[in-house]
């Protein structure tokens, strides 16, 4: 038990080594980080006609793509080329519209060569993201994002592990700079990520609500036969209610039935029961904002209005069964 004790112990203290090894580089990244550069960096891929091509070879290869991927998935057309296939045809992916962002901690991969040497005979902007920017992929590319001259976090001071770090983060900077700059929404983000929780969150309530003969409506002055016949054949365990005009004034759900359940109850009116101005949601509103709405109420239902007049009705299991949860 003390081993296991002790083991924790080291390997605790190793974790705390890494991760304040990484903070240092990320600390010296904000330090150092050229403005200049960056939003010469950014404007050529702001105003670039084709897409972003994100290369580099091993570790960097690995980074390249997930930068590519976050670009991709923020409204800026990206993808990687892996360099050695870029040497057997792939360098037929980039066009002279493009903008190629090659990684290399060193700046002296080889199997960069081919790809520089096409994007200079073809004049496509290039971008470095380097430790070195006297190396030879510094001196190739137009503009250089320098990263900083830190140590790694790996004892041997070998294994790729701050610099990769830093070199995610860059990308991340690129990726919210672009994001930025082109007023991507959560609309626009939607339209990207249609599948999987993610898409579920972001969709609109008006995508899963109950409208037109699905939707439990009355007149606020119906009486509570009618109100009954209606939550039991809508189904949703809620009836809303309307005034001469349309708009809806009050709610009722099976849980105020049963809290007022007496022998008179059918004489009722609906307006004499009926919860007043219950909370609502516009239709344009996300699901997330609804399931958050319902959770802080503790309520199972919301109608939809637009302009008070009711459009629909959303039930708690409408996103939970959507994977909004």
């Known amino acids: ?27 010296s990244l904000k330090e150092s980080l050229d403005s200049v550069s960056l939003t010469a960096a950014l404007d050529f891929m702001q ?33 990687f080329v892996h360099p050695a296939e870029a040497s057997h045809g792939d360098l037929g992916m980039i066009t002279e519209d493009d903008v190629v962002i090659a990684i290399s901690n060193s700046g002296e991969s080889k199997e960069l060569i081919d790809i520089l040497n096409y994007c200079k005979r073809f004049g ?8 070195n920017p006297d190396s030879s992929l510094g001196k190739a590319c137009d503009i250089v994002l320098k990263l900083p001259n830190h140590s790694e976090a790996c004892p041997l001071g070998l294994a790729p592990t701050s610099s990769t770090t830093a070199t995610l983060v860059l990308g991340d900077i690129l990726t919210v700079g672009m994001i930025e700059r082109k007023g991507f929404s959560k609309e626009d983000f939607n339209d990207r ?24 409506i009355l007149d606020e002055n119906s009486n509570m036969q009618a109100v009954l016949l209606e939550m039991t054949s809508k189904r949703l365990g ?35 029961l009926m919860t007043k ?16 709405i319902m959770h802080d109420k ?3 239902n919301l109608f939809v209005v637009e302009g008070n007049k009711p459009v629909g009705v959303i039930h708690i299991h409408d996103l939970l069964n959507n994977g909004v949860a």
Do not use: W, Y
Not at 8 to 27: F, V, Y
Not at 277 to 292: D, G, R, V, Y
């Open 193 to 216: 990520h249609p599948g999987g929780k993610l898409g579920a969150i972001l969709k609109h309530v008006s995508d899963l609500m109950h409208t037109g003969q699905d939707m439990p």
């Open 47 to 79: 105003n670039s006609k084709g897409r972003i091509i994100i290369t580099g070879i091993g570790k960097s290869g690995h980074i390249a793509q997930k930068i590519a991927a976050s670009l991709a998935s923020t409204g800026t057309p990206s993808f």
């Open 124 to 131: 496509i902007k290039l971008i470095a993201i380097t430790k």
């Open 298 to 300: 503790k309520i199972t």
């Open 238 to 272: 809620c009836v809303g209610f309307i005034n001469q005009s349309g708009e809806l004034t009050g709610m009722l759900t099976d849980g105020d039935l049963r809290r007022c359940l007496s022998p008179k109850i059918l004489e009722e009116k609906a307006v004499n």
């Open 1 to 27: 038990m003390t081993a296991l004790i002790q083991q924790s112990q080291t390997d605790k203290l190793s974790a705390i080594r890494t991760i304040d090894s990484e903070i240092e580089t990320l600390e």
């Open 277 to 292: 101005n219950p909370k609502t949601i516009k239709p344009e509103a996300m699901t997330a904002e609804a399931l958050k």
